[in-house]
């Protein structure tokens, strides 16, 4: 989709549609008050109203609520319900409401939504009609905010992208060839660690995962260099089919398990965004890719597996593969030196049933970078919420013949996971997001259709994008207000 600015009134702007967004508390434009009056549309939060020939083409009346409570997450969430009512029309003019603030910040987030909201996947069907150019009206000086509005979401389209695409044409390597080619369109630095190199290099986790598959892991690795020095290194889950390994799922169970790689898209998806936007601080992204099939070859329980680090893991449930491959991700990327790391992944079914489908949980060993995370996805609209590391837990996670072993019972996995992923971090600050509820939605949101969300990717870059001097920067965070 194309994405413009104009400082002209939307109606005045030259466009198929128009989108006017409404305030149930601010007077209506008086050319609408009788149409809207008329229709009984109050302009309610999350309504709206599609009127043919009001201006001689189809007006769309968005409703955002109450002007006290209509923030950036309302705008985004109008404009891109906005766009995919209006899939018919080519071209939309959208402006900003009358009474809400007519800055770059309003501009913005109507921006990402039309993106975020005009996205969807068609695989092999026919493609269906979409909204190919969008117009905002705004203040000239919001022209940059619009711009690295627009490229966050389509860095989070990439990502859903990649989640949606069937396991049979993403293995692996295949995943490492889109990265690959991404990424170096970019300009950023690539490295992919093929089985070869993962076996000389002692990646044990990665292997003994990826053993059971006629497709062969690959380690995925993209750098941004940035501009102040520091390097935030980012960690995804990569599993691009999940069928349990010799824990076999259901067929119900992994119906939908080619979405188990979205933490390594959203990692991904995060660094090549750093990259166009130029942002100070550098990343590295790295994604250990791998399929968890049964079959003669496939990891056991109660086979002993050796990392990167040199530390061992017991596999007590072959099921509980994605901290098996994060072990070794982890190690990799503490050996480069990153100044914090963050790691993505849809990990544990027990976050789902702590949070839902709607919240993030997040734990880790740096206080001020989990407040900084929350806080940043509030202000995004991709909710978090702090969970306890809780060492009380650290014996329910020891082996008898390794280091540690990859499953602590039912209960509490969400922190038994974490709790065994730390074992891997190099002591390096660090946060974990379990993303297992919010990455994929079988229905659609008012941001998203049905199928893989992007999420996370839209907080990083965000996070990112303000990371200078962390004392600083937490301390801004922590003052945002919810909107």
């Known amino acids: 989709m194309d994405v413009s600015l104009s400082s002209l009134p939307a109606t ?22 009788d149409v809207l009056a008329s229709a009984r549309f109050g302009g309610e939060q999350g309504t709206d109203l599609l009127v043919p020939g009001l201006l001689d083409r189809p007006v769309l009346f968005a409703g955002l609520g109450a002007s006290t409570e209509a923030g950036s997450n309302v705008l985004r969430r109008a404009a891109a319900r906005a766009v995919r009512r209006l899939a018919d029309f080519p071209t939309v003019a959208l402006g900003l409401a009358e009474g809400h603030p007519q800055g770059a910040e309003a501009a913005a987030a109507v921006a990402e939504g039309t993106v975020l909201g005009s996205y969807r996947y068609d695989g092999l069907r026919a493609p269906k009609p979409a909204v190919q150019s969008v117009t905002v009206a705004g203040p000239t000086e919001a022209k940059g905010a619009v711009r690295a509005a627009v490229i966050t979401a389509e860095s989070v389209n990439w990502a859903r992208d990649l989640g949606n695409t069937p396991a049979g044409r993403l293995t692996p390597a295949m995943f490492a060839e889109r990265a690959t080619s991404t990424a170096t369109e970019h300009g950023l630095t690539v490295r992919v660690l093929d089985e070869e190199d993962l076996r000389a290099g002692g990646y044990g986790g990665i292997l003994g995962v990826g053993g059971g598959s006629v497709n062969p892991p690959q380690l995925i690795e993209i750098r941004y260099a940035g501009t102040n020095g ?79 680090n040199g530390k061992t893991s017991e596999i007590t449930d072959t099921d509980a593969e994605g901290r098996v491959v994060l072990a070794d991700a982890l190690s990799h990327t503490a050996e480069l030196g990153p100044d914090l790391v963050i790691d993505a992944a849809t990990l544990t079914y027990s976050v789902m049933h702590a949070l839902g489908d709607q919240i993030t949980g997040v734990l880790g060993n740096d206080r001020e970078l989990i407040a900084g995370l929350v806080a940043t996805g509030e202000e995004c609209g991709e909710p978090m919420w702090e969970l306890p590391l809780f060492r009380g837990y ?32 190099g002591a ?12 994929f939605h079988t229905k659609p949101g008012d941001l998203h259709p049905a199928g893989a969300t992007g999420t996370a990717v839209r907080t990083l870059i965000r996070y990112l994008s303000r990371l200078r001097r962390r004392s600083v920067v937490s301390a801004e965070l922590q003052s945002v207000s919810p909107t």
């Open 394 to 425: 650290v014996p329910k996670i020891a082996s008898t013949v390794a280091t540690v072993k990859n499953d602590g019972g039912e209960h509490a996995d969400v922190i038994h996971a974490a709790l065994f992923l730390e074992e891997f971090t």
């Open 230 to 308: 520091r390097t935030v290194g980012l960690v995804g889950k990569g599993i691009t089919f999940d069928a349990g390994g010799l824990g076999i799922k259901s067929g119900r169970g992994m119906v939908d398990m080619r979405y188990d790689m979205c933490g390594g898209a959203a990692v991904l998806a995060t660094a090549i965004a750093a990259a166009r936007l130029g942002l100070p601080t550098g990343v590295v992204a790295v994604v250990p890719a791998a399929e968890n099939l049964p079959s003669g070859s496939a990891y056991k329980p109660g086979d002993v597996l050796e990392h990167r």
């Open 428 to 439: 390096v600050p660090w946060a974990h997001l379990d993303i297992a509820g919010t990455a």
């Open 12 to 33: 005045d702007i030259e466009a198929d549609a128009v989108v006017i967004p409404i305030h149930d508390d601010v007077p209506a434009p008086g050319w609408a008050a």
